[in-house]
């Protein structure tokens, strides 16, 4: 039986970002089969490249978002080198950058641009605020983002600060994962029409426009609740973290009722079941309870005694516990490349393997090989 390709094979992209949105973002359609190009100017480049800590002469930080990509130095202010890029624009499928706006258009490198050359070009632009808006050239980071979005207000315990995540929501939410979706909207339009288009992403957009139950809230009452006290933010005992005898915690997410009682028959219990989703008085005492009997034993031992009960009671794992687990490893979901752990490419397609991935490239590692091929179609 003939190998299936994979599902981008023969696309072509240009990857102009750095750190973290773009660049997972087009490792995804790296991934996925699509050529992509990583473009980094001479002097620091990718400073992800840098940053953290180091496994060689590249970070693990790199090496975990820049693998299947082939590496490309240039200064885009040079002459010479920016004939170059526009010599790969011609034959390209899709373009990714991630500078503040306006940065492109003064390179001479803007849609319009491009999109005369090219008129199949896809071109995304991500950053924090949009291309447009009094706020377009302003700088920021997750927690900027998040914070404008309404979204940080809503993070955290009843009565304590905003809580900051490790994952970071907006970049990933938005820079990642929703300009993916509008770059793959735009190819496939393009495939059809012959045309392609420019895909504005704004990370606070994307935070904003995911924030389903703080608007649903919004849209009921005129404005959210304090944090720690809606349904999922920890304001009735059926859905909150509890802390164990040695300090660790467990997730109860038991929102329907026969998971509930389910939960409270094998903490042996059954006096809380009217207290499912009870708030003030009630709620604070039946959470109580749950605080003090979670607190008798530990995590391994509310692990062990939960695993054989379906009822959404699980532990807060660490992040190399999660690795080593068993769900975890079965799905396939840890795998190694360049000598290094990975995370396996998270949607699962029949007919469909990460297969043998390159690690993130060195800098520059394939210019001779992509300057030869940009001259063919240089005037």
């Not at 404008?148 to 009843?158: E, P, S």
């Not at 990933?172 to 339009?189: E, H, K, Q, R, Y």
């Not at 687990?325 to 393997?353: C, K, N, W």
């Amino acid at each position: 039986m003939t190998e299936r390709a994979k599902p981008l094979a023969g696309l072509t992209v240009l990857d102009l970002t750095r750190l973290l949105p773009g660049p997972l973002a087009t490792m995804h359609l790296g991934d996925l089969g699509a050529e992509v190009i990583k473009i980094e100017d001479p002097g620091v480049g990718d400073y992800a490249r840098s940053m953290g800590a180091m496994h060689g002469d590249t970070s693990y930080f790199f090496q975990l978002v820049n693998r299947n990509k082939k590496s490309l130095v240039l200064d885009l202010k040079d002459a010479a080198d920016k004939a170059v890029l526009l010599g790969l624009v011609d034959t390209a499928d899709i373009l990714v950058e991630g500078f503040r706006p306006g940065v492109m258009a003064k390179l001479g490198l803007d849609y319009a641009t491009l999109s005369a050359r090219n008129p199949r070009l896809v071109y995304a632009s991500i950053s924090g605020y949009g291309q447009t808006g009094p706020y377009a050239q302003r700088a920021g980071h997750d927690i900027n983002y998040l914070g404008y979005a309404g979204v940080l207000d809503q993070i955290g315990v009843a009565g304590g600060a905003p809580a900051i995540s490790n994952l970071q929501v907006a970049d990933l939410l938005g820079g990642t994962l929703t300009s993916l979706v509008g770059v793959l909207a735009a190819v496939i339009d393009a495939r059809t029409n012959g045309r392609g288009r420019q895909v504005d992403v704004a990370m606070t957009d994307a935070a904003l426009a995911h924030a389903i139950f703080p608007m649903a809230e919004v849209l009921a009452e005129g404005e959210t609740r304090p944090r720690g006290e809606d349904l999922l933010t920890g304001a009735v005992p059926c859905y909150g973290v509890y802390e164990t005898q040695d300090g660790r915690h467990m997730a109860v997410g038991a929102l329907e009722e026969k998971f509930w009682h389910l939960a409270c028959d094998t903490l042996g219990r059954a006096d809380l079941k009217p207290y499912h989703l009870a708030r003030g008085a009630e709620g604070a005492y039946a959470r109580g309870q749950l605080e003090a009997i979670f607190r008798t034993q530990t995590l391994a031992h509310w692990t062990a005694v939960f695993d054989a009960v379906d009822c959404c009671v699980t532990p807060v794992l660490r992040l190399h516990e999660s690795l080593q687990h068993p769900h975890i490893q079965a799905r396939g979901m840890v795998v190694e490349v360049g000598g290094i752990r990975q995370f396996a490419p998270p949607f699962g397609l029949s007919d469909y393997t990460l297969g043998e991935a390159t690690p993130a490239p060195a800098a520059d590692a394939d210019g001779d090989a992509l300057r030869a091929r940009a001259s063919r179609s240089m005037p």
